[in-house]
């Protein structure tokens, strides 16, 4: 069983999903303090008591209309104020079995729902704002074999030259990575890593002239370690603490922001967005008890890791699901493999096909965009800003 806080603007969508035609939206009383909540993966012998529960609130609740006697689970939508929401969690978690874990998760979701999200993003000295415009992340990528720009920056004064560049054209933050992570990469040892990445860490921490924070883009607690010494500001964990738990007590330790990405070894899903969103919240409860401060969790839904083509349009289609956990949301599709298959592009002639991605992101409630050309999405994203975020 799985629950996704959705946006209400999505249920006639929804609604068209579970065989209802768009006439039984009018069924639904309009307010803007009403939640939708997808229901994946509900046993069918719970149905009518479930619903037979939420009616008896005064919220509404949605299965499919044509019966499906040889299924055992279904989905449905469940829609309804915070009082009317809560008002079922709390009776529900008295019901005996499959009851009593609904409450549970839907309690779960709604204290989701009344988590207010951080106002800002506090990375050491300095602190950026969230919610008022998007932020961009700049890729540095201290690597040969990088997908997109390997080798381009290997060299210290290529690296400092970019990093330099990318916070002119308007940069927030600066992501350095000594380690490709593109698929049949080789992996490299902490000590190869640190090797590429500190000499730039240093040098540009002991520029005077430059003021970006740096974030690091490694899995590997030695390397977070030094690095966090040397100065940087952020950890971008690609396995979301899942391939180094220890990591987090380094995140904790420095109190610094950590992004949290999803990311598996496997395309084979059950159920794609449900189990995405349950594995990111096992990445979020490892942060959680590593003493991670609430605030400083960022969430990423991996596009291009773990997923194939269609797998990562359809992330792409419900970014929105991901933006009700109540932390900030990062999205990293630059000049990557879905923009290159569908437009039929070499790496180096993807931008349009990013810009449409970012441009979608934002406007789906991205808060950060994690990108290789940072003043042409710069761009993008105060252009978009503008529609969306008035």
């Not at 039984?24 to 012998?45: C, D, F, G």
């Not at 479930?50 to 040889?70: Q, W």
């Not at 720009?149 to 690296?159: I, N, S, T, V």
């Not at 940087?232 to 990405?261: H, Q, R, T, Y």
Request: aromatic residues 4%; proline residues 4%.
């Amino acid at each position: 069983m799985q629950m996704t806080v959705c946006r209400m603007d999505t249920l006639e969508k929804e609604l068209r999903a579970l065989n209802f035609d768009s006439k039984a939206v009018a069924l639904i009383s309009e307010s803007n303090q009403r939640y939708l909540i997808k229901l994946h993966r509900i046993p069918t012998s719970a149905v009518q008591k479930l619903a037979k529960e939420v009616r008896s609130h005064g919220a509404e609740i949605f299965f499919p209309r044509k019966e499906h006697t040889n299924l055992t689970e279904v989905g449905g939508l469940l829609i309804g104020t915070l009082k009317q929401l809560s008002g079922i969690c709390s009776d529900l978690k008295l019901q005996p079995g499959i009851l009593a874990d609904l409450g549970s998760m839907l309690c779960q979701n709604l204290e989701r729902l009344c988590r207010k999200p951080p106002m800002e993003l506090r990375l050491g000295e300095y602190r950026l704002p969230l919610g008022e415009r998007t932020l961009l992340m700049g890729i540095l990528n201290v690597t040969p074999d990088s997908f997109s720009d390997g080798g381009q920056h290997y060299q210290l004064e290529q690296a400092l030259s970019h990093a330099h560049e990318m916070a002119a054209e308007g940069a927030d933050i600066i992501d350095i990575g000594g380690e490709s992570t593109r698929p049949g990469s080789r992996a490299i040892s902490a000590s190869e890593e640190l090797g590429r990445v500190l000499p730039v860490i240093k040098a540009l921490k002991k520029d005077q002239h430059f003021k970006t924070p740096l974030s690091i883009d490694t899995y590997k607690p030695e390397v977070a370690q030094e690095t966090l010494q040397a100065g940087v500001e952020m950890l971008n964990d690609v396995w979301g603490l899942k391939e180094n738990p220890s990591l987090g007590a380094v995140a904790a330790s420095f109190g610094v922001p950590i992004c949290l990405m999803h990311n598996r070894r496997s395309t084979n899903y059950r159920d794609l967005i449900p189990d995405i969103i349950s594995e990111l919240l096992e990445s979020i409860e490892l942060a959680l008890l590593a003493g991670i401060d609430d605030r400083q969790i960022i969430i990423d839904p991996g596009i291009g890791f773990g997923k194939d083509l269609q797998q990562n349009l359809e992330v792409m289609q419900h970014l929105s699901d991901f933006c009700h956990f109540g932390y900030p949301l990062l999205l990293g599709t630059s000049r990557k493999s879905m923009i290159g298959k569908l437009l039929d592009l070499p790496t180096e002639d993807r931008l349009e096909g990013t810009a449409a991605t970012v441009a979608f992101g934002i406007s789906a409630g991205v808060d950060i965009i994690r990108v290789h050309d940072v003043r042409q999405m710069r761009r993008v994203a105060s252009m978009t800003d503008a529609i969306v975020r008035r």
